[in-house]
């Protein structure tokens, strides 16, 4: 009984062991990515996705300033003509992104 309670109390040793080494050696990785990517990578992602994320980033940003461009012109009355010209410039921009991240991702596809 004492034997077999020994044995076990060094099994529990070693599988803790091993699972420290695994949690050190992911730690270890992690901190080696994180310097990998630099500042700028952490927003962006690796080299694989960062074109995707930037275009992504650009998306929102112009979905947003001409929200915001639009609003302010519904506001001050300026009439229909101005965010008819307004979208007649973000239209084609956001099209453009967009049909990008899906030919990125159409073309990500088909090489694997």
Known sequence: MEENLKSTNENMKKELEDIKKRLESKDRELYYNKLELGRIG????????????????????????????????????????????????????IATIIGYMLGNKGANNMTK
Do not use: H, M, Q, Y
């Open 42 to 93: 952490r927003w962006f992602g690796g080299k694989d996705i960062a074109a995707l994320n930037i275009s992504g980033f650009v998306l929102i940003l112009l979905i947003l300033i001409g929200v915001t461009f639009t609003l302010l012109i519904c506001f001050s009355k300026c009439g229909c003509t101005t965010i008819r010209e307004l979208w007649g410039i973000f239209t084609p921009l």
